[in-house]
């Protein structure tokens, strides 16, 4: 599976983004799908999860309420909707695929991971 993440940018605080992650090369249907993100200076940190269904997901507590994971099989995609967004929020952002398909929150559960997008969030 190649992942790709897209949607990042510059933006003020308060406002919204949305990332996006397309995969190619199979279908991620059967996957579990995460967002982690990495801040200058800082190590990763996990930001988002859902299992294969989407019917189970967990945030990082610094996002919770104001972020929201979901997938579209469809699309063969999972986005990230970023909402009041914070300048602590700065950081460049990963999409991963887990094939067990639980949608863990340690990146060692995550076997694929796409290149990262950079959201900045002024003050």
């Known amino acids: 599976v190649q992942l790709q993440a897209s949607g990042g940018g510059l933006v003020r605080a308060g406002g919204s983004l949305r990332l996006s992650c397309r995969a190619s090369g199979r279908s991620i249907s059967n996957y579990g799908m995460g967002w982690f993100r990495q801040a200058p200076g800082k190590g990763r940190e996990f930001v988002a999860a859902?299992?294969?269904?989407?019917?189970?997901?967990v945030y990082g507590d610094s996002v919770k309420g104001r972020f929201t994971i979901s997938v579209e099989t469809s699309e063969n995609s999972a986005y990230l909707q970023m909402n009041s967004l914070r300048p602590e929020d700065t950081a460049v952002y990963y999409c991963?695929?887990?094939?067990w398909g639980t949608g863990e929150t340690t990146e060692s559960e995550y076997d694929f991971w796409g290149l990262g997008t950079l959201v900045t969030v002024s003050s």
């Open positions: 991963a695929a887990d094939r």
């Open positions: 859902t299992n294969w269904m989407g019917s189970e997901t």
